[in-house]
C-alpha cells in the first residue's frame, strides 16, 4: 500500500468486513456500568430460578474446609430473592463497594503514577530510552518502549506513538510504521513487562475472589505471572521489528507528504531534565535498596513468622506491601523528578497532579461499584461454583483438557475483547466463571489469568472499540490525510496474528517445561 492507495475505496475483504460488523455490534452494546447493572439482575433471576439446585463441592474429598474452619459437603444455589437474599444485598452494598479488592489496589497506585506522570518524569524517560539506542535497533526499542509504557497506561498513547512517527519521518522513513509499530508495542504487547505495573495487583484481585469459590483460603500474589510476562518483551519485541520492516514498511513504500505536513516538534531533552531523571532513577534505586534490606534478611522488617514446612520465615509481608511499594517508588521517583525540573514548585502542585489522576478515575469508581455488587451477588448465589462443577464435569466427559482448552480460552478471551475494551471489566466478568472451572481441571487461577491476559492483549490493536483507537487515527492523519479505521486495522493485523502465533505457544512451552509463571505462580493445583 503506498500513500496514493489510501483515497481509493476498495473492495473490503471478509476480514474488514467482519470487523466492520463487529463494530457495529459493539457501538450497540450498553456502556460497562449498565452491562454491569443488567448482568446483575440476570443473576438475581438465576438465582431465583435455579434455587436450590445442589452439587457435591469438588472440595469434598479432598476434606477441604471453609471460612469457618468445617468441612465442606455439598454446594447449593441460593436464592437471593428470597428474604434473606434481599436483606444481604441492602444491609452489604456500601461494605462490598468498599472492600471491593480493585478499588483501593488501583487508587493506591494510581496515586504515585499520577505524580511521576504529571511531573514529566514519565514521558521524558520514554523520550530518552528511544532516543539512545543505535539506528538499527530503533524499530525494536520503540516497540519494548510501548510495552514498558504500561507502567502509566494512558502514556504510551500520548507520548509513544506520535513520537514513534516523529522519528521515523526524521529518518526518512514512512511515519505510519512507526505510528504501527509503537502502537503494536503500547496495545498488542499489552501486559508484557519487564516492571510490574497497576494491571498486576488489579487483575490479580478478581483473580483471588474467583478462586475463593473453590478453595475459601486461596490468596494469589500480584506478581505471580511476573515471569511469564516479563520473558514476552523481547519475544513480542522481536516480532514487532519483523513485522514492521519485512512487511509494513515495503507494504507502505516511500512516503511522500500530501502538501504541506504539520507535525507537532518533539523538543530536545535538556540538561535540567536529564539532571532530574538522573536524580529521580537515584531515589527509585535507594529505595528498592531499602526494600531489599526489609526483604531479603531473615529477620528482615518484611520477613513474616517461621514456617517450618518451608524452613524460614516467609515472605508474605513482602507480597502484600508490593502496592504500597509500587507507590512509593512512582510518587517519590516523580516528586524528586519534578523538584529538580522545577515542574513541581510546592505542595501545591503536588496535590494537583494526584488530584488529575484520580479525576481520570471517575468512570472506574463507578464501574467498580457496579462491578463490585455483581461479582458479590454472584459469589453470594453460588451459581459460579455450580456452573463450575458442571461445566468442568462436561469438559472432562467430552474429553476437552490440557493445551486445547486453554487455547479454546485465550481465543474466547481475545474475541470477548473485540466488543469490550476494558481489561478489568472483562476479567471481572469472566474469571467467576472461568477460574473456578480451570481450578476444577486441576488448573492454578494463575494459569487461567495468565491466558487471560495474553488473550486480551494481541486483539486490542483489531478493535475500533478501543478507546484510543480514534486517537491513534488523528495521530496518522497528520501525515496521510485520508487513514481511516480500515487503514489502520490492515496496517494492525499482521502484529495481531505474530502477536498471537508468538504468545500462545509460549504459554504452552512454560507449561510443558514446568516453570512457574512467577512469584507464587504456580501451573497446576490441588486441593
Known amino acids: ?23 457495529v455490534i459493539g457501538n450497540k452494546l450498553p456502556q460497562p456500568v449498565t452491562l454491569f447493572a443488567i448482568l446483575m439482575v440476570v443473576v438475581l433471576l438465576l438465582s431465583w430460578i435455579f434455587g436450590g439446585v445442589t452439587v457435591d ?21 441460593i436464592n437471593l430473592l428470597s428474604k434473606d437474599g434481599v436483606q444481604q444485598i441492602l444491609t452489604r452494598m456500601v461494605d462490598t463497594f468498599a472492600q471491593f479488592p480493585p478499588l483501593g489496589l488501583v487508587l493506591v497506585v494510581m496515586l504515585g503514577i499520577g505524580v511521576a506522570e504529571h511531573s514529566g518524569m514519565i514521558a521524558v524517560a520514554l523520550r530518552l530510552f528511544v532516543s539512545k539506542v543505535p539506528k538499527f535497533l530503533i524499530t525494536f526499542s520503540i516497540v519494548v518502549a510501548g510495552m514498558i509504557s504500561s507502567v502509566a497506561a494512558d502514556a504510551g498513547y500520548v507520548v509513544l506513538i506520535p513520537l514513534g512517527g516523529v522519528i521515523f519521518l526524521s529518518m526518512g522513513r514512512h511515519p505510519l510504521a512507526g505510528i504501527a509499530a509503537a502502537f503494536a508495542g503500547v496495545s498488542g504487547g499489552f501486559g508484557a513487562n519487564f516492571l510490574p505495573t497497576g494491571l498486576d495487583p488489579m487483575i490479580a484481585a478478581f483473580t483471588e475472589p474467583a478462586a475463593q469459590i473453590i478453595d475459601p483460603n486461596y490468596t494469589v500474589n500480584p506478581l505471580s505471572n ?6 514476552s518483551v523481547p519475544f513480542v519485541g522481536i516480532a514487532g521489528t519483523w513485522i514492521t520492516e519485512r512487511i509494513l514498511v515495503p507494504r507502505l513504500g516511500v512516503y511522500q507528504p500530501e502538501g504541506e505536513v504539520i507535525v507537532e516538534e518533539t523538543n530536545e531533552i535538556t540538561k535540567q531534565e536529564r539532571k532530574a531523571l538522573k536524580w529521580s532513577l537515584f531515589s527509585i534505586v535507594i529505595i528498592l535498596g531499602l526494600v531489599a534490606l526489609a526483604t531479603i534478611p531473615a529477620d528482615g522488617v518484611l520477613r513474616g513468622e517461621f514456617d517450618p514446612e518451608i524452613g524460614k520465615r516467609t515472605m508474605r509481608p513482602f507480597y502484600d506491601s508490593i502496592v504500597p511499594i509500587m507507590f512509593i517508588v512512582f510518587f517519590v521517583g516523580g516528586l524528586v523528578y519534578g523538584m529538580v525540573a522545577k515542574t513541581i514548585k510546592n505542595d501545591k502542585d503536588v496535590s494537583d497532579m494526584t488530584a488529575k489522576a484520580m479525576a481520570t478515575m471517575g468512570l472506574y469508581i463507578v464501574i467498580a461499584f457496579v462491578a463490585a455488587q455483581f461479582v458479590a451477588y454472584f459469589n453470594w448465589s453460588n451459581l459460579g461454583s455450580v456452573l463450575a462443577v458442571k461445566g468442568s464435569d462436561g469438559l472432562k466427559a467430552i474429553g476437552f483438557t490440557g493445551g486445547p482448552l486453554l487455547v479454546a480460552f485465550i481465543i474466547v478471551a481475545s474475541l470477548v475483547n473485540l466488543v469490550m475494551g476494558s481489561a478489568s471489566a472483562k476479567w471481572a466478568i469472566l474469571a467467576p466463571i472461568f477460574v473456578p472451572m480451570l481450578m476444577l481441571m486441576g488448573y492454578s487461577p494463575e494459569l487461567t489469568q495468565a491466558a487471560y491476559r495474553i488473550g486480551d492483549s494481541y486483539s486490542n490493536i483489531l478493535t475500533p472499540l478501543l478507546p484510543y483507537f480514534p486517537i491513534v487515527i488523528v495521530f496518522a492523519q497528520k501525515y496521510v490525510k485520508n487513514v481511516g479505521i480500515g487503514t489502520l486495522i490492515s496496517m494492525m493485523l499482521p502484529y495481531a496474528i505474530a502477536f498471537m502465533v508468538i504468545r500462545i505457544p509460549m504459554l504452552l512451552v512454560w507449561i510443558w517445561l514446568g516453570l512457574p509463571l512467577g512469584i507464587e505462580g504456580p501451573i497446576y493445583y490441588s486441593p
Open 57 to 77: 463441592h469438588p472440595g469434598k474429598e479432598a476434606g477441604l474446609l471453609d471460612r469457618d474452619g468445617n468441612p465442606v459437603e455439598t454446594i447449593s444455589v
Open 1 to 23: 500500500m503506498d500513500n496514493s492507495d489510501t483515497g481509493k475505496k476498495e473492495k473490503k475483504g471478509f476480514f474488514e468486513r467482519a470487523l466492520d460488523k463487529v463494530e
Open 226 to 231: 511476573y515471569y511469564l510476562m516479563a520473558a
